[in-house]
Nanobody
Framework: QVQLVESGGGLVQAGGSLRLSCAAS????????MGWYRRAPGKQREMVAV???????NYIDSVKGRFTISRDNAKNTVYLQMNSLKPEDTAVYYC?????????WGQGTQVTVSS
């Protein structure tokens, strides 16, 4: 079992920045990838950014150039740097550890961007 705890969410004005952190209770290196997902009110959950164990990243088109995912294997922590935030980025953001046989999810952290 791996527990994931997100932090860093909050209320920010449009154009501002936030940095989300996801601390894992165990090694993240054993997972195929780590990711950030989000669910906006009335919408389905969507992948925001994923980083593989080898450091390869992938982003949803709407955040490319604004968000950066990174990982620190020594600290078992994954980050999501979010710049130039827009009201449409408002959502609950979830950290995920994507494994070979199962995935693990955090409880989520609320990000609210005011216009």
């Amino acid at each position: 079992q791996v527990q994931l705890v997100e932090s860093g969410g909050g209320l920010v004005q449009a154009g501002g920045s936030l940095r989300l952190s996801c601390a894992a209770s165990g090694s993240i290196f054993m997972f195929n990838a780590m990711g950030w997902y989000r669910r906006a009110p009335g919408k389905q959950r969507e992948m925001v950014a994923v980083i593989s164990s080898g450091g390869i990243t992938n982003y949803i088109d709407s955040v490319k150039g604004r968000f950066t995912i990174s990982r620190d294997n020594a600290k078992n922590t994954v980050y999501l740097q979010m710049n130039s935030l827009k009201p449409e980025d408002t959502a609950v953001y979830y950290c995920a550890a994507l494994g070979r046989t199962r995935d693990y999810w955090g409880q989520g952290t609320q990000v609210t961007v005011s216009s």
